[in-house]
């Protein structure tokens, strides 16, 4: 098992890396937790866990309930949400129950989002079961859900009280889920750590095989990178966090622009950060070689680095970025080579567009 924590004050929580779902209600009764305990799954990753985890919380003697929504992007709305908070008071939760969000990243945005408004904040854990949710997603405090016009618009930033990794879930994750979250973690060593970004070229081939030791590396490294953003940026005040948004701008334009219904979360973030490296390349901030390396990566990674989306309705959505600032679009670029970055608001419209346009197919 590995351990890392989050040190916020009176926020700090721990992630724990490598223990069975089966121990979750151990962990929970470490916390003091003394009211009631309400997980939120999906369909999907209720038949493959919920039982298991809720028999779990059962055992170590709380009072728990599971409720499931329908699993998919699209179905991150405030209408989910409304039905949530019936469920909660359904259940009678108070400011003493447990808020559990068993699942990949659409389940935790939302429920950590119920925790963080329902009765002004009740605590709240993730137990992520993606790979993207592992690496990223169940990390950090940010929680919320889509607008029509632009991803993860409404939300807060509410810690969890720990975030719990069994590795052993993504057995299940089918390969468009789990390479959905490999592009998140290439996207920490392009930002933060060229030679994380050099493992990553190396152990590509293992990691796709789930040689567990490789893929717990990958988690517990890209949970440390993200650490020490959150750490120094909570709230996203200093502009330093914006950085892991690097190639989601455009990846969530993409997103936006389709109805979040054609291409997975990781796969409109490859797709944006190829976008970004070219753009970065016009710019002369970065040369061929680690354009081609960023391409080459995503490519063994069996992600897409091309779209089919019209260029007008990406440019459409990129102005309801929340990284905008008085009506300027900034951009996460890649400075020189991974591991350094820089944030530009003035990339003028035609080189967005011209690449946009020589990755369409």
Request: proline share 3%.
């Amino acid at each position: 098992m590995k351990t890392v924590e989050i040190k916020l004050g009176v926020r700090t929580y721990p992630i724990y890396i490598g223990i069975s779902l089966t121990h979750v209600g151990d962990y929970i009764k470490d916390k003091n937790i003394t009211g009631k305990v309400l997980v939120i799954t999906n369909t999907t990753v209720n038949k493959l866990y919920g039982d298991m985890v809720v028999d779990s919380i059962t055992r170590s003697g709380f009072d728990v309930s599971i409720t499931k929504i329908p699993d998919g992007e699209e179905y991150k709305t405030l209408d989910t949400v409304n039905g949530l908070y019936q469920v909660c008071m359904d259940n009678h939760l108070d400011r003493n129950s447990l808020i559990v969000a068993l699942g990949g990243g659409v389940v935790g945005d939302i429920a950590g989002f119920v925790a963080a408004t329902f009765m002004r904040g009740v605590p709240f854990m993730q137990v992520p079961t993606t790979l993207l949710s592992q690496v990223d997603s169940s990390i950090g405090g940010k929680v919320g859900v889509n607008h029509p016009e632009s991803k993860n618009m409404i939300g807060a930033f509410y810690q969890p009280i720990m975030v719990f990794i069994d590795i052993s879930t993504l057995k299940t994750l089918p390969e468009r889920e789990f390479n959905s979250g490999l592009a998140e973690a290439i996207k920490y060593g392009i930002i933060r750590d060229k030679k994380y970004f050099t493992v990553l070229e190396r152990d590509m081939t293992k990691i796709k095989a789930l040689n567990i030791e490789r893929v717990e590396y990958t988690v517990w490294r890209s949970c440390q990178i993200k650490k020490w953003v959150v750490e120094l940026d909570e709230q996203e005040t200093k502009g330093l966090r914006a950085i892991l948004n690097y190639g989601h701008t455009i990846g969530h334009a993409i997103e936006a622009a389709t109805n979040y219904k054609t291409y997975l979360h990781g796969e409109a973030v490859s797709i944006g950060m190829v976008c970004i490296a070219k753009i970065a390349k016009e710019l002369k901030l970065l040369n061929s070689m680690w354009t081609h390396r960023i391409e080459r990566i995503l490519t063994r990674a069996e992600l897409p680095i091309t779209h089919k989306v019209s260029t007008n309705k990406i440019i459409e959505k990129l102005i309801f970025d929340k990284k905008v600032l008085n009506g300027k679009v900034r951009f996460v670029l890649t400075d020189g080579r991974p591991g350094r970055t820089v944030i530009k608001d003035d990339v003028p419209e035609a080189l967005i567009r011209k690449v946009l346009e020589e990755q369409k197919v």
